[in-house]
């Protein structure tokens, strides 16, 4: 029997580690937390010191159990989660569970899953710290009174099942209000001046020169000016500039810099990028990945000069510190990056392959040499006005880390760069012959909505949140329906293009599309209405400046500065008053709505809110004498800028469309979006049809569309058992039986299958299903659930 026990939080982190020890040595998994607060009840009690009332979930009480009786059996136990506040917490309630004595347990940390680190740690044991403890159980104990006394306020106030949250309401602030940005933002136009020279390149040959005018020009007149300046004018070259130009290289990842480059780079989400890099992190490729350090240990830096001076030479090594600015830096304190920097490639799946090397990129990138360029401008002077233009051009002369790695930007195309682009030799006093000066009009942009990577750009930047909440913050507002990714699809407009040729200036009229964005985070109509509301009744929680203030007194509490009662004290005494004075106020209209006009037909009132189901439109109030009239908003409508003749055209709805075969076809909206209905069926209208336009011959077209695939998917039935259907998936034919569905042999044909014989295939698979290791004693069968 093994004298120690090694209890980590996930199964891979323990095969992992169990290869660096002995015999003597058996690593377990907790599953994560083995015990939390309860799902349905508040759980805190207020009125002694907000003490938690724990309780370990019915799926986690075999595991803990289990742990238990190891642990008696064992001489040592070593506590092994991770590192950061999360992972202390872990320890903590491991310990208190499992009632270890604390004679014989040990806690032990370490930021890499290596041989050396594990055996180091094992040398340099420490008790809990239950200062870390504190932090998070104040970060779980406040969001919990946050979420718990705001979200039934919302039910009251907005619609039911709507849920609040200390950083999830601040978050959905920030996505709000980028969005009303741009609404309210008006473009101003300016004329941009471009040429092109033909100057001669060493050899003689005539080359173009690229040149921008040095300032934009306010109006069409101005523009038009400047071309016929230009048309008379000589110009010449008034100085010429060159110097060295240095660039370094980015810090090596922190969990907020990786979320965001994976995004750009590769095309994860966040929550995707955490999931990778922890299978990294478990499986013992990088070190921690929730950091917001940029350090790197002596250890790594050392490795990484190593590695550069192999692969690429001398000259390319260049060690550095760096330093976290990041006040109350708190989780692991290394950055994120391989363990062994000699493994440029890594065995795994595609996603973590990708990763893994953007990551030892970037840490390879930050311990090398600087990029020298050299950086040229030239002045033109025109003979015939004040502007200039000016002509620039950079070439990379020693490409340093530039030879491994390149920083991305959010919004890509807005990055210009001259890299690259040699000028032609030229000198000063010299005269240029121009081939072409354009004026281009040119519009002012909005503000770029957020992607989910400059999100956390913008919540690091403010103190919302730490590397932990980002991806679980993100996650959870697209979940709850406040945001959601989608597509803006811009909208056409005309712009002036001013050119002049030899003597000639031609004046035309372009059109381009404006303002589209792709994967962007949209607030719903929910989102609009439950910010405005909280922002008006509590703007204390709502408060950039109160999210990050707390987030430093949790490092307070982390330093054993601040007892964390003493702050969940101070919050509630003047939080809960609040809740109970908004819950009692009364309001005329119910939150969020708006009140578009009268319904000429009617005489009544129009206005559109958040139902119980999402937005809509109501014609009439409660106090009318007969019942309003009600219906969903169009998917693309918002209840802040839907017109009074949108609202009036979905009462329209549901129209007739004429009989076929003797049945009734309509066509109306509902909560899932517009539907024909026919002979007790519904068929949904395929985007872009419009349920006021259709005609009947196209929704019958559509209605026996779907019957066909219907047929095709439902291949036989059978009356002795109506439970019992063989169906066509995505994967093949199979059996769907009570609730669970049985994929069919690859010899058999489904259409020929009797009853008998699907039930033994039924029966076969589940007794192979309760016979396997990963179901064994569960006591359920391995029928895929229906989803």
Avoid at 138 to 162: C, N, Q, T
Avoid at 551 to 556: S, V
């Amino acid at each position: 029997m093994p004298a120690n026990l090694v209890i980590v939080e996930s199964p891979a982190k323990a095969k992992t580690i169990e290869k660096f020890l002995g015999k003597d040595y058996k690593v377990l998994s907790s599953y994560g937390h083995i015990r939390d607060l309860k799902k349905k009840e508040f759980s805190i009690d207020t009125e002694h010191g907000f003490a938690p009332d724990y309780e370990i979930p019915a799926d986690k009480e075999a595991i803990v159990q289990s742990l238990r009786t190891e642990s008696t059996k064992a001489d040592t136990v070593w506590l092994a989660s991770d590192e950061d506040r999360e992972g202390e917490a872990i320890a903590w309630h491991l310990y208190e569970v499992l009632k270890l004595n604390p004679d014989h347990t040990r806690r032990i940390v370490f930021h890499e899953i290596t041989k050396t680190a594990i055996l180091k740690a094992i040398e340099q044991p420490r008790s809990i710290d239950i200062n870390l403890v504190n932090a998070q159980q104040a970060r779980r104990v406040l969001d919990r009174i946050v979420g718990f006394e705001l979200s039934p306020v919302l039910w009251k106030k907005v619609k039911p099942s709507l849920s609040a949250g200390r950083v999830q309401s601040v978050a959905v602030r920030l996505i709000v209000e980028r969005e009303r940005e741009i609404s309210a933002f008006h473009t101003e136009a300016a004329y941009r001046v471009t040429a092109l020279f033909q100057v001669p390149d060493a050899d003689g040959k005539p080359v173009e020169l690229k040149a921008e005018m040095n300032r934009r020009l306010k109006t069409k007149v101005e523009a038009q000016q400047l071309l016929e300046s230009c048309r008379l004018s000589t110009f010449t070259i008034d100085d010429i500039t060159t110097r060295p130009v240095k660039k370094s290289p980015a810090a090596p990842f922190t969990t907020s810099t990786l979320q965001q480059e994976a995004a750009r780079k590769l095309g994860f989400t966040v929550s995707q990028t955490m999931r990778v890099a922890q299978q990294l992190y478990e499986a013992g490729h990088i070190t921690y990945m929730r950091t917001d350090s940029v350090n790197l240990s002596q250890l790594a830096i050392h490795a990484s000069k190593e590695a550069v001076s192999r692969l690429m030479g001398e000259k390319y090594v260049h060690s550095r510190n760096y330093h976290t600015k990041t006040k109350g830096a708190q989780e692991a304190h290394e950055a994120i990056r391989p363990t062994y920097m000699e493994n440029t490639r890594i065995g795994g799946t595609a996603q973590e392959k990708k990763l893994y090397d953007l990551i030892w990129k970037r840490t390879i990138a930050s311990q090398m040499a600087d990029a020298e360029l050299q950086k040229t401008t030239a002045t033109i002077s025109i003979s015939r006005a004040p502007e200039q233009f000016v002509a620039e051009g950079e070439i990379v002369t020693f490409d340093g880390f530039l030879r491994v790695y390149r920083e991305s930007y959010d919004d890509d195309a807005e990055q210009t760069s001259t890299e690259d682009y040699l000028l032609p030799p030229l000198t000063q006093g010299q005269l240029l012959q121009y081939k072409e000066i354009t004026a281009t009009e040119r519009f002012t942009q909005a503000p770029f909505r957020y992607t989910e990577a400059s999100l956390v750009r913008k919540m690091e930047e403010l103190g919302i949140g730490r590397p932990s909440t980002y991806a679980p913050t993100i996650s959870t507002i697209q979940q709850r329906g406040y945001v959601e990714k989608g597509d803006r699809e811009g909208a056409e407009r005309t712009y002036n293009v001013m050119s002049l040729q030899g003597d000639r200036i031609t004046d035309l009229t372009r059109t381009e599309t404006a303002g589209s964005e792709k994967n962007k985070l949209l607030p719903t109509d929910t989102g609009l209405v439950v910010t405005d509301f909280l922002v008006q009744n509590f703007p204390d929680i709502m408060d950039y400046n109160f999210t990050a203030n707390v987030e430093k007194e949790f490092d307070e509490i982390a330093e054993g500065e601040v007892v964390w009662t003493n702050a969940m004290g101070s919050f509630y005494q003047s939080f809960h008053p609040h809740v109970v004075s908004t819950l009692a106020t009364k309001t005329t209209h119910k939150t969020g709505e708006r009140m578009l006009g009268t319904d000429p037909a009617s005489g009544k009132v129009v206005s559109v809110k958040i139902g119980r189901f999402g937005p809509m439109a109501q014609i009439g109030s409660i106090d009318d004498t007969e019942k309003p009239r009600f219906s969903p908003l169009k998917k693309g409508m918002s209840i802040e800028t839907v017109t009074l003749e949108e609202v009036l055209n979905l009462f329209k709805l549901p129209r007739t469309l004429g009989t076929y075969e003797g049945k009734s076809v309509t066509v109306g909206i509902g909560r899932f979006g517009p539907y024909i209905y026919y002979n007790s069926g519904y068929t949904s209208l395929p985007k872009g049809v419009d349920p006021m336009e259709i005609e009947l011959d196209e929704a019958m077209e559509l209605v026996r569309a779907k019957a066909e695939a219907t047929a095709k998917k439902h291949l036989k039935k059978f009356e002795q058992e109506p439970e019992l259907e063989i169906m066509n998936g995505r994967f093949g034919p199979y059996i769907a039986y009570k609730g669970s569905n049985y994929k069919l042999p690859k010899d058999v044909v489904p259409q020929e299958l009797t009853l008998e014989e699907c039930l033994q295939i039924v029966k076969v698979q589940q007794e192979k299903a309760e016979n396997s290791p990963k179901t064994k004693g569960k006591g359920r069968f391995a029928g895929k659930k229906k989803e």
